[in-house]
């Protein structure tokens, strides 16, 4: 191999690996016809009996009281693959804690992190609570929290 040539595939190796970032938002399905969260969690359903509470879940940073009528139903993380807000986090981990039979995630928490083949993309998690006492659901939402 000629000296031009090795330098010629040198130069083409390192435009495509310095380019990786640039290339990687480019290949990007439609966002607008792209499915975002976990296609196993299933919805929870909404009927017509179903109450104002039952249908939003209350995303709070706050923490459970140490009594009350409650029942913790696990941990909760989501990623996205797709750029956006931390907006979109706060709608994952609802649509997850709704599959999961809950009514309220608390010590929620959204950040911006490192994913592929987006560069950057929200992430994040929380503990998804059912919560039984309607009054305690309500005293747990601030201004900080968000119904979802």
Known sequence: MTKAALTRLCLM?????????????????????????????TPFPKGSSA?????????????????????????????????????????????QAKGMGANAIVEARVWQALAFPAVVAPH???????????DLLRSLANSTSSWE
């Open 51 to 95: 109450s104002p509470l039952d249908a939003k879940v209350l995303v709070t940073t706050s923490a459970l009281p140490a009594q009350g009528e409650f029942e913790p139903l696990g941990a909760l993380y989501v990623q996205s693959r797709w750029p956006g807000g931390t907006g979109k986090a706060t709608k994952l981990l609802a649509e």
């Open 124 to 134: 994040g998690s929380g503990i998804a609570v059912r919560i039984k006492d309607d």
């Open 13 to 41: 190796i390192t435009l495509v690996v310095s380019g990786w970032p640039v290339m990687a938002q480019s290949i990007l399905l439609d966002p607008a016809r792209a499915t975002y969260g976990n296609p196993w969690v």
